[in-house]
């Protein structure tokens, strides 16, 4: 459901404001004035439609941070994990050599970090065992991204369900943007990663790329968890096609991928997916689109055989009239699971379980006026393990200038039951949960994003989130039991922006910080917090700084400061940095030096008991050709 | 692969000596067109990026018929590197290959990384062109990127540069 955005309906009325200016040409007086006219001239000329569809910043009223393309080169990440620890407003907790934990505004963990939603091109990358995201099931070549979109809070109506705490939307490139071939290889003592692209043309209007991309990680050192031997390797190919038509666009894509772990024999993944993708142009007002993709995965870790098969419908449809910009969808999913544990007691029951997910939406955002905006939407959603729930938010944007923007939101999301909430069992320690309900979410939230001057850029976000109905493990009746027993609320404070300090040298800091109070309800004991209601450090502190050293010589330094988890067993605050060092030696052929947690040998990261290893300083050289 | 860092050019002083023309405020499309036919002038396409030593200079617009329909008007009768202007108006069956400019608004073609064309895009294009416009208070203004421009093997005069609202490497 990435397509959903603001910017798409904004499109629309972007191609409403152009035709208006088709069906006033100007004038052959003026024409003729144009053509004698120098070109330092022309970007004098007051031009009338200066429409808002060109302003410099998204007018999306949410705590929304972008990591574009070239972030994600520059920084040097060679994963998708490490690429995410550019945004300040997620944490990432490296678990083991693959695994990570990530979390917008808290309850983050290997259990706990349930309330984000993950997209790859509209894809939804959550798994419904216990709504976590498993990173280690998703290497996209991370050259062919085109963005990252990551919106802390609620992600409002026009995402799908659990986007509760944050969404994280991330969209590749258009075939037709990707055409030649690309090649990159790493090597580092720990760490091999090697990718190489084709793309080409297609027709006269379409295109298609191909990839491939194998990486190879070395196992941690033991941390706070069991000392296993988590090394990992595989690869994942797949392809992009985009086809444009006079009105219609069509996107047709896939992946197929194969990993294996080291822990036992046989451990590892594998699994495929394919989506497909309409945008018709009705007319220069409205649009539809539908979506359609099957998925595939199948994993198994110590003796543990975890499959899901997803298959996702989805529907939109946007339309402006007058001061409307209205949007409307409906999206259907369903998924069966099979979840088989031969290591411990803990089992679902049934083992096997078809699920089904609907929802319908409806967004309308009023222009009050130039600069006022006010949105207004609904999302009705449905469950297999619930009813219809209500999911309204209202927003209200006010937009002076091209340069300021100042937004407020009030939403309610909830994060429906997962198989592990309501079903899952170790008699006689651990009871089923079969009246387990959604977890409840009020958040208010209010921002302001702006350009204050022409060479820096600054956001801040603040936010108080209201919990209730939140999962507790819990003694009753002489067994544990997962219940609805925890309530409270946290807030905190996102701010980032960069500046332009010299023509080379570029600067970016951000900051983020969270509160929680978090508490039993009336005749209800959490017993394992960590579980449920995060592993969070309260603050965060992530800086950069470019430089243009010399001429085809750049280098890109990251540091982050991340504050305690408090939460058993702790984990102190630590201070790590990394970065890239790169030299483009023709326009072809860059090669690039690149590290990642720098200062210290190893440092924990994840509290979690069970699996936590050590991250790790890990340096690489790396190569990347195009053709 | 570089970072859009903006490097900003001197461009408030060239702009307050100008004198602000008297004009009937005119369409941003016009502006648009009068830009894509006189920035031919600053930039030098590489040996090879035409076919032959008589053919046009062609100047095509993607699915824009505001833009294409002034710049029609513009570029009749003219001529630029000593070639006669084309202006084509492209609704996706045409090879842009043979385009010296390419106007894409917020559009996209299939057009190889380092074609020798001068991809020229709105703001709020998915993928950025050499030249982006982009509005500034009512103004039409561009944005260069200089990395594409030297992967399309393209030379942008300083002039251009220095006109320009942002040049990023």
Redesign the interface.
């Known amino acids: 459901m990435a397509w959903r955005s603001e910017g798409f309906s904004r499109r629309c009325a972007a191609f409403a404001v152009l035709t208006g200016a088709a069906i006033a040409p100007a004038s052959a007086q003026s024409l003729g004035e144009l053509r004698n006219m120098s070109i330092d001239q022309l970007a004098q000329i007051e031009v009338r439609s200066a429409s808002k569809r060109e302003e410099p910043l998204s007018s999306a009223p949410a705590a929304l941070y972008v990591i574009t393309s070239d972030d994600i080169l520059d920084s040097g990440a060679t994963t998708l994990p490490e690429v995410l620890r550019l945004a300040p407003n997620l944490n990432v907790q490296q678990v083991d050599a693959s695994n990570y934990s990530i979390a917008a505004r808290g309850f983050n963990g290997v259990q706990a970090g349930n309330k984000l939603l993950a997209l790859i091109d509209g894809r939804t990358i959550y798994t419904p065992l216990g709504s976590s995201v498993l990173w280690n099931l998703h290497y996209p070549m991370l050259e062919d991204l085109q963005q990252i979109e990551v919106i802390s809070g609620p992600g409002g109506t026009l995402y799908g369900p659990n986007a509760v705490n944050g969404v994280i939307n991330i969209t590749s490139k258009d075939a037709r943007d990707t055409i030649g071939t690309l090649m990159r290889g790493t090597v580092g003592a720990d760490e091999i990663t090697a990718a190489v692209r084709q793309g080409f043309a297609l027709g006269k209007s379409g295109a298609v790329r191909v990839y491939a991309d194998y990486h190879n990680d070395d196992g941690l050192p033991a941390g706070i968890g069991a000392p296993i031997d988590d090394g990992y390797k595989g690869w994942q190919a797949g392809f992009r096609s985009d086809f444009e038509g006079e009105a219609d666009h069509f996107t047709v894509q896939g992946d197929i991928f194969h990993t294996d772990a080291d822990t036992l024999p046989g451990d590892g993944a594998h699994g495929q997916n394919v989506l497909g993708r309409w945008t018709r142009t009705l007319s220069p007002t409205s649009s539809f689109q539908v979506q359609a993709y099957y998925d595939f995965f199948k994993r198994q870790f110590t003796d543990v055989l975890d499959s899901l098969q997803t298959l996702d419908a989805e529907g939109q449809f946007n339309t402006t009239t007058g001061r409307h910009d209205l949007v409307t969808g409906v999206g259907v999913r369903t998924t069966r699971d099979d979840f088989v544990n031969d290591l411990n007691l803990f089992h679902l029951n049934p083992e096997s379980r078809r699920l089904w997910t609907a929802n319908i939406f409806a967004q309308d955002r009023f222009r009050l006026s130039e600069e006022l905006a006010l949105i207004a939407g609904v999302k009705v959603e449905r469950s297999t393990f619930t009813g219809w729930q209500v999911l309204p938010n209202l927003r209200v944007a006010w937009q002076p200038n091209q340069r300021n923007l100042v937004w407020a939101a009030i939403s309610r999301a909830v994060r429906t039951p997962s198989r592990i909430d309501r079903q899952l069992e170790a008699p006689p320690f651990l009871a089923p949960s079969p009246d387990f309900e959604s977890e409840k979410l009020i958040a208010v939230e209010a921002g302001y994003r702006g350009q204050p001057s022409r060479t820096t850029s600054f956001s801040i976000n603040g936010f108080v989130n209201f919990y209730d109905d939140l999962r507790t493990t819990e003694f009753v009746n002489g067994s544990f039991q997962l219940e609805n027993g925890s309530e409270g609320h946290t807030y905190g404070i996102e701010a980032w922006g960069n500046a332009q300090i010299a023509p080379w040298w570029r600067v970016a800091l951000g900051v983020s910080t969270l509160w929680k109070h978090l508490h039993d309800k009336p005749g209800h004991t959490e017993l394992i917090p960590r579980n449920s209601l995060g592993n969070d450090p309260p603050w965060q502190l992530i800086g950069r700084s470019d430089f243009d050293l010399a001429n085809r010589l750049h280098l890109d330094i990251r540091a982050r400061a991340i504050g305690p988890i408090k939460q058993a067993p702790r984990v102190d605050s630590y201070v790590e940095a990394g970065g890239e060092l790169a030299w483009d030696a023709t326009n072809r052929f860059q090669l690039f030096l690149a590290a990642r947690n720098l200062i210290h040998k190893t440092h924990e990261e994840s509290n979690d008991p069970d699996s936590a290893q050590l991250a790790k300083r890990m340096v690489y050289a790396g190569v990347r050709a195009r053709f | 692969?570089?970072?859009?860092?903006?490097?900003?050019w001197g461009?408030g002083l060239?702009?307050a000596l100008?004198p602000?023309?008297a004009?009937?405020?005119?369409?941003?499309?016009?502006?648009k067109?009068?830009?894509l036919?006189?920035?031919a002038a600053?930039v030098t396409w590489p040996p090879g990026a035409f076919a032959s030593a008589s053919s046009p200079f062609r100047i095509c617009v993607l699915n824009?018929?505001?833009v294409a329909?002034?710049l029609s008007?513009?570029t009749r009768g003219a001529q630029t590197w000593g070639r006669q202007v084309v202006v084509s108006v492209i609704?996706?069956?045409?090879?842009v290959n043979q385009c010296q400019i390419l106007f894409l608004?917020?559009?996209?073609?299939?057009?190889?990384?380092?074609a020798p064309v001068l991809t020229v895009t709105?703001?709020?294009a998915?993928?950025p062109g050499v030249v982006e416009?982009?509005?500034?208070?009512?103004?039409?203004?561009f944005v260069i990127h200089r990395g594409q421009a030297?992967?399309r093997r393209l030379q942008i005069s300083s002039?251009?540069l220095a006109?320009a609202?942002a040049v990023v490497?």
């Open positions: 692969m570089r970072g859009r860092r903006l490097q900003l461009l060239t702009l100008a602000a023309p004009l009937a405020q005119v369409s941003e499309a016009a502006v067109a009068a830009y036919y006189k920035m600053f824009r018929t505001d329909g002034p008007e513009l609704g996706g069956g045409q090879d608004g917020d559009g996209r073609a299939p057009l190889g990384e380092s709105d703001r709020g998915a993928s416009f982009t509005m500034q208070q009512s103004h039409v203004r030297d992967a002039k251009l006109v609202a490497p």
